[in-house]
């Protein structure tokens, strides 16, 4: 099992930069895939981002080249660099993690965080 913590929200212009991190607990944070998903009101939860074991990282069209998933496994954390925000990013932020394999899907994931606003103004 593992338990997750989002931080580095916060409120930016369009244009902007934010670096979002997710802390985990226990040993085997290595052997989880780990990504983020974002949920803005009134929309449904929708991927952002995976990073798997070995390092292969897929992301949704509305995020590629403005945002970039890490891990340190050393460090048990899971990180989103964000940049060039746009009024659109903004939602909550929330990491995941499962044991299985990778997957782009809200449902394949069995642990959560607690989540972290992500607030662009135009």
């Known amino acids: 099992q593992v338990q997750l913590v989002e931080s580095g929200g916060g409120l930016v212009q369009a244009g902007g930069s934010l670096r979002l991190s997710c802390a985990a607990s226990?040993?085997?944070?290595?052997?989880?895939?780990m990504a983020w998903f974002r949920q803005a009101p009134g929309k449904e939860r929708e991927f952002v981002a995976v990073?798997?074991?070995?390092?292969?990282?897929r992301y949704a069209d509305s995020v590629k080249d403005r945002f970039t998933i890490s891990r340190d496994n050393a460090k048990n954390t899971l990180y989103l660099q964000m940049n060039s925000l746009k009024p659109e990013d903004t939602a909550m932020y929330y990491c995941?993690?499962?044991?299985?394999?990778?997957?782009?899907?809200?449902?394949?994931?069995?642990?959560w965080g607690q989540g972290t606003q992500v607030t662009v103004s135009s």
């Open positions: 990073h798997n074991r070995i390092g292969i990282t």
């Open positions: 995941a993690a499962r044991a299985e394999g990778t997957s782009l899907f809200v449902l394949d994931y069995n642990y």
């Open positions: 226990g040993r085997t944070f290595s052997r989880y895939v």
